[in-house]
Nanobody
Framework: QVQVVESGGGLVQAGDSLRLSCAVSGRTFSSYVMGWFRQAPGKEREFVAATNWNGGSTYYADSVKGRFTISRDNAKNTVYLQMNSLKPEDTAVYYC????????????????????WGQGTQVTVSS
């Protein structure tokens, strides 16, 4: 059973930075596409960022491009989301997900393409 555990959320002010971490159990972490999604109150869960198996390819939602950076450390079975210049509209529960399969724009942005999910970590950005 693969376990996905997010950490690092919290309450920050607009303009601050925050780094989320996501630890994944098992010995096949390096084979997974890893993604971050978020869900704001009253809204549907949306794609934030994704990375391929070695971090060499990444993809971002337009709303976070230039502010957020996804990275991974396969030796630690961990993926990160560095969030800079945070805005109140970034307030959401952030979810980490692992996908067994290819890294393509037609798959990685869709929730149903991911096999394993964490429970989420709350990020609140005050104005």
């Amino acid at each position: 059973q693969v376990q996905v555990v997010e950490s690092g959320g919290g309450l920050v002010q607009a303009g601050d930075s925050l780094r989320l971490s996501c630890a994944v159990s098992g010995r096949t972490f390096s084979s997974y596409v890893m993604g971050w999604f978020r869900q704001a109150p009253g809204k549907e869960r949306e794609f934030v960022a994704a990375t391929n198996w070695n971090g060499g390819s990444t993809y971002y939602a337009d709303s976070v491009k230039g502010r957020f950076t996804i990275s991974r450390d396969n030796a630690k079975n961990t993926v990160y989301l560095q969030m800079n210049s945070l805005k109140p509209e970034d307030t959401a529960v952030y979810y980490c997900a692992a996908r067994k399969g290819s890294f393509t724009s037609s798959t990685m942005i869709f929730q149903y393409q991911y096999n394993y999910w964490g429970q989420g970590t709350q990020v609140t950005v005050s104005s």
